[in-house]
DNA sequence: GACATCATGGGATACCATGGGAATTCATGG
DNA sequence: CCATGAATTCCCATGGTATCCCATGATGTC
């Protein structure tokens, strides 16, 4: 199987008084092979924001899960995690979805909402929040000096 | 085999007099390619709620304990605690499953009932107690640092 | 300039959850 | 074996909301 084609950019939407919002094209496209038409979101756990991904993603998280002994801790405390905060959220056929209040409750969204990819997966938060959060991260990685260990995409 | 869609989120519904609540949308259509339209559940050993899954993980199970040496204390053990204590629960056509009140007793379910998607499967909590519960699990990831190696899915 | 695509706005409809009652089935007792 | 009561299943109705569908303007590409 290929390696998924990963989330790449930034995009600032607008949100509805529905709460819709449109998942940016070049999102929607990542994730067109896939059966189920939609993304899955959740809070982060590390931001302030909504971490989403597909769900064939989030099916590969099952089934790691899932190579745990069932009823171990480990699978009870990882599927607990990943599992029961997850809301697929399927697009509609102008690619928009529906935001659940409470997701954007934590992250502070109201009338806008930035996309923001990060390869496997993506974020969406208040677009001032992450505007801050974004001078902060490369402020680090220059003090840091950030540098990444390069692989060849695997093919089968 | 692919991989079977996950249970996702977490959905609270009312159970009316009759132990009656409905199975929530999206768990029912996780399920809706099933010979058998309803769900197994059986009491979890560790932690006060319902275990559920389909009919179709309850037959993997079956195989898996099948593999083990027939009337061994093993196999003699998990089919005690396995299907012994299962409850096929079929849903009528709105989508309601009737809770056998020995599993709503030892649960605390009274009036509610959240439905968390745990993956493969599922759990049926009193909702108090689930937020409880859910509120250590978050503490208890956020200490130990909570990491999963990822596989990708296989295909056949 | 034309056309296609994307994002946005709005409204109608179908689905979901909930409530209730009737009919059927099952277990039990005589 | 039959009758009866309890429990389960099936069916109908309803309100709310999520989903679906349509329209339009803006933007990018040819």
């Given at each position: 199987?290929?390696?998924?084609?990963?989330?790449?950019?930034?995009?600032?939407?607008?949100?509805?008084?529905?709460?819709?919002?449109?998942?940016?094209?070049?999102?929607?496209?990542?994730?067109?092979?896939?059966?189920?038409?939609?993304?899955?979101?959740?809070?982060?756990?590390?931001?302030?924001?909504?971490?989403?991904?597909?769900?064939?993603?989030?099916?590969?998280?099952?089934?790691?899960?899932?190579?745990?002994?069932?009823?171990?801790?480990?699978?009870?405390?990882?599927?607990?995690?990943?599992?029961?905060?997850?809301?697929?959220?399927?697009?509609?056929?102008?690619?928009?979805?529906?935001?659940?209040?409470?997701?954007?409750?934590?992250?502070?969204?109201?009338?806008?909402?930035?996309?923001?990819?990060?390869?496997?997966?993506?974020?969406?938060?208040?677009?001032?929040?992450?505007?801050?959060?974004?001078?902060?991260?490369?402020?680090?990685a220059r003090q840091k000096g950030l540098s990444l260990p390069l692989?060849?995409?695997?093919?089968?």
């Amino acid at each position: 199987m290929q390696a998924q084609t990963p989330f790449l950019g930034t995009f600032r939407n607008k949100v509805d008084r529905k709460g819709r919002v449109s998942v940016p094209a070049p999102f929607r496209q990542v994730l067109a092979g896939e059966s189920f038409q939609g993304v899955v979101c959740f809070l982060s756990h590390k931001v302030e924001a909504i971490e989403g991904c597909g769900m064939g993603f989030m099916s590969e998280l099952s089934e790691s899960v899932a190579d745990m002994d069932l009823f171990s801790d480990n699978h009870q405390d990882l599927a607990s995690s990943l599992f029961a905060d997850a809301h697929p959220l399927a697009w509609d056929s102008g690619g928009r979805i529906q935001l659940p209040p409470e997701l954007m409750d934590v992250a502070g969204i109201t009338e806008e909402a930035a996309f923001v990819g990060m390869g496997k997966t993506f974020r969406i938060w208040e677009p001032k929040a992450f505007s801050t959060y974004q001078g902060e991260r490369r402020s680090q990685a220059r003090q840091k000096g950030l540098s990444l260990p390069l692989r060849r995409a695997k093919e089968e």
